[in-house]
């Protein structure tokens, strides 16, 4: 089975800081990664994504992510951090086999909250 | 272009009643998937179809149904709710294999 943690439930930052948001994932073979945003009264949005390849990730907004397979990680990063951030992050993962499908599995979301 | 569609926006059901939600995926996409979203927590798998076919299953009991259609469009039905069934219902389109893109979800309220 696969699983995902996100340690911390809320995360603090000022604004113009480096954020990081926390991501550890367990799953039998090689991982697909995923970092969504989600704000208020809306459906997830895609932020980038791990397959293969280069362990520093870009994504949208200036947005990156880390893996690191050795500590089963995927932290979410950004050198500055933007009001506009504050909203609730969500990594997730999914089994890379045939016929697998797209069935992600989700962690419990981290509240990111920049303060002006 | 159109992203991800769902409806209705929002609904209130009272237990033991049914319940149908509708999804357009982005076009092109001919895989979608249905995800629960119980208020602070991460999204739940229901269900994934691709080309008219279930292909994915999740830990949901058989009160929880869908199907697809021919223009790749979905239904999510469940029968017989329960106060627990309130939730974010959240609709995904994909190309097989790749980045699921989500709409905008559906909320619904069992009294």
């Known amino acids: 089975a696969q699983s995902v943690a996100q340690p911390e439930d809320q995360v603090n930052v000022a604004e113009g800081n480096p954020l990081t948001v926390k991501c550890t994932y367990s799953v039998s073979g090689n991982p697909y990664l995923f970092w969504y945003v989600q704000y208020p009264n809306r459906g997830l949005q895609f932020l980038l994504k791990?397959?293969?390849?280069?362990?520093l990730v870009k994504g949208s907004y200036g947005f990156e992510a880390e893996f690191n397979k050795s500590q089963t990680s995927f932290h979410l990063k950004k050198p500055s951090a933007l009001v506009s951030d504050s909203a609730l992050y969500f990594c997730?993962?999914?089994?890379?086999?045939?016929?697998?499908?797209?069935?992600?599995?989700f962690g419990g979301g981290t509240r990111l909250m920049v303060k002006p | 272009d159109a992203g991800v569609t769902q409806s209705p926006t929002h609904l209130i059901k009272t237990r033991g009643q049914h319940v149908t939600l509708r999804c357009s995926p982005i076009s092109g996409h001919k895989s979608v998937s249905w995800y629960q979203q119980v208020l602070g927590q991460g999204p739940q798998f229901i269900f994934q179809y691709y080309e008219k076919e279930e292909r994915g299953r999740g830990n949901f009991p058989d009160r929880f149904s869908a199907r697809q259609f021919p223009n790749y469009s979905s239904e999510l039905n469940v029968n017989a709710l329960l106060l627990g069934d309130s939730a974010l219902y959240l609709c995904?389109?994909?190309?097989?294999?790749?980045?699921?893109?989500f709409g905008p979800g559906t909320r619904l309220t069992v009294t």
């Open positions: 995904a389109s994909s190309l097989w294999g790749d980045e699921q893109y």
């Open positions: 997730a993962v999914r089994y890379r086999r045939n016929n697998a499908g797209n069935m992600l599995t």
């Open positions: 791990y397959i293969t390849g280069d362990n």
